[in-house]
């Protein structure tokens, strides 16, 4: 079983910065895609960014252009840079895993961290 941390979660203030890091282990599992979602109360968890192992990305209309996901495929890490954020980032962000590189089946989780953006 893979199991993903999350780290970096905080508080920020709006147009501020923060990076978020996650890390997958525990399995020999081979993992060819890593990305983000994120939640809010009363609403589905939404796609923020992924990456597969090949470098091939894709972005949540919110965010493109503000946000930019990497990985470390030899870590097996993917990081999420948030710049410029707004009080409607705030969430709960949560690490995804996927053995296919489709960027849209996801096969693990990670417990999520939490995202605060003070106006």
């Known amino acids: 079983q893979v199991q993903l941390m999350e780290s970096g979660g905080g508080l920020v203030q709006a147009g501020g910065s923060l990076t978020l890091s996650c890390a997958a282990s525990g399995s020999d599992i081979p993992i060819n895609a890593m990305g983000w979602y994120r939640q809010t109360p009363g609403k589905q968890r939404e796609l923020v960014a992924g990456?597969?192992?090949?470098?091939?990305?894709r972005y949540g209309d919110s965010v493109a252009g503000r946000f930019t996901v990497s990985g470390d495929n030899a870590k097996n890490m993917v990081y999420l840079q948030m710049n410029s954020v707004n009080p409607e980032d705030t969430a709960v962000y949560y690490c995804?895993?996927?053995?296919?590189?489709?960027?849209?089946?996801?096969?693990?989780w990670g417990r999520g961290t939490q995202v605060t953006v003070s106006s």
């Open positions: 995804s895993a996927g053995t296919l590189a489709t960027l849209l089946r996801w096969d693990y």
């Open positions: 990456i597969t192992r090949g470098g091939r990305t």
